[in-house]
């Protein structure tokens, strides 16, 4: 990131009392495997309304543990969206199965149930695991998907990295928490620096599956099982490593961290709120730029991300151009992401024509979005914008 940027397109917010909380574990006795992990652990139960949480060190370690746990090997296939974090396809390849792709609404950048099936259907592979994205805090149709998945036998895993503290909203009119997986067998969180909330680097698994929780617990150490009172294991030294384990665990002070930031979630999702209204406001009407489908819809969106849609042909300015104009007025901001069937490590799936993820990689582009966000700041950052495209037009 460039120095001269004021408006990064996200920053995290460390508060006195996240400060605080960290130095406290820093003059505790342990500086790991303490009481602050199991903390954290029960807090992200009760805020997700789910039973079992496993705080890790990534959102990248948090769905690989899901994929083993699940049994995800060679000879098996996930399918999930081009139009996500590498992670989310990566951590497949980590298990040695093979990664499919389902294209994506171009309007939303997301899996649809047609999508979905389409794959499902045509594909002779041995599809597993259906991973969907809940991209940038908009949510996936978790309802329709669900099904999906029980009628082609295959587990359903949220990637909720952008979305903790969001409420899916079902055909009912009743709502339930990411995280609390009404839907899915596990989802898997990042709690990175520039999350909704962060542990520097860090991540969680959610589950209500209690034999799944026990086999990410043991692979997230080093698969040792100690067990005193038998007498196998009389020396007071004995463990057995009973599988392979990757050592994913997170430290106390990273928790630390995440048990203090865990507490400002909801009013920090209210904030980015606010400032998606405000954006809202100032960007409507003008040529050419619109909001991905349902992001304003039954107030579902937690904002990871405040994304527009530009028709950069129509504008006459290609996106590098309009970057670098905004760059250079110190506003910072991103494209989420580069379709991952672009990518040399995923070349194989590079001659089927997804043309939702290309049209929606062709017109997306992150504007700041974080807390610390003031209303001038956007009215700003709007101001700028709008100058470059009227010009431009
Ligand atoms: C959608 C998604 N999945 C997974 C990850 C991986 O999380 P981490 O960076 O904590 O490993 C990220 C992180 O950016 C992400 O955005």
Redesign the pocket.
């Known amino acids: 990131m460039s120095n001269k940027i004021k408006f990064p397109y996200s920053r995290p917010i460390v508060e006195e009392q996240d400060i605080k909380l960290v130095s406290n574990s820093l003059r505790s006795q342990f500086l790991t495997g303490g009481k602050i992990i199991k903390k954290f652990e029960k807090n992200i139960c009760k805020e997700f309304n789910v039973k079992n949480s496993i705080v890790c060190n990534?959102?990248?370690a948090a769905?690989h543990l899901i994929y083993l746990a699940l049994g995800l090997k060679k000879g098996d296939s996930i399918l999930t969206s081009p139009v996500?974090?590498a992670?989310?396809a990566n951590a497949a390849l980590m298990c040695g199965a093979k990664v499919f792709f389902a294209d994506v609404d171009p309007l939303t950048g997301m899996v649809t149930p047609e999508t979905i099936e389409k794959q499902l259907k045509n594909k002779k592979s041995n599809f597993k695991v259906i991973t969907i994205?809940h991209l940038g805090g908009r949510l996936c149709n978790l309802e329709e998907i669900s099904k999906l998945a029980k009628k082609y036998n295959c587990y359903l895993v949220e990637?909720a990295?952008?979305a903790p503290g969001a409420k899916y909203l079902n055909s009912l009119g009743r709502f339930s928490n990411i995280g609390s997986c009404k839907y899915s067998i596990a989802s898997?969180f990042?709690f990175?620096a520039i999350k909704h909330i962060t542990m520097a680097?860090g991540?969680c698994v959610t589950t209500n599956n209690s034999k799944i929780t026990k086999m990410i617990r043991s692979k997230l150490s080093h698969g040792i099982i100690r067990q005193v009172n038998n007498k196998n294991f009389l020396d007071p030294w004995y463990y057995k490593i009973k599988e392979l384990g990757y050592n994913y665990r997170a430290s106390e002070i990273n928790c630390a961290l995440g048990v203090s930031q865990l507490k400002r979630l909801s009013a920090s999702i209210k904030q980015r709120k606010k400032i998606a209204k405000i954006y809202k406001k100032e960007l409507e009407g003008i040529p050419y730029i619109t909001f991905p489908k349902y992001s304003f819809d039954n107030n579902c969106n937690v904002w990871h991300l405040f994304t527009i849609l530009l028709d950069f042909k129509k504008i006459g300015l290609n996106r590098r151009e309009l970057m670098k104009k905004l760059e250079f007025e110190g506003i910072g901001t991103q494209v989420h992401y580069i379709p991952l069937f672009l990518q040399p490590i995923y070349q194989s799936s590079k001659t089927e024509k997804f043309s939702g993820a290309l049209e929606y990689y062709k017109k997306n582009l992150s504007l700041p979005m974080y807390v610390s966000l003031e209303k001038k700041d956007i009215e700003l950052i709007c101001t700028k914008l709008k100058k470059i495209i009227l010009k431009s037009i």
């Open positions: 990534s959102g990248t769905l996500t974090f992670a989310t994205v990637d990295c952008h898997s990042s990175h680097e991540g």
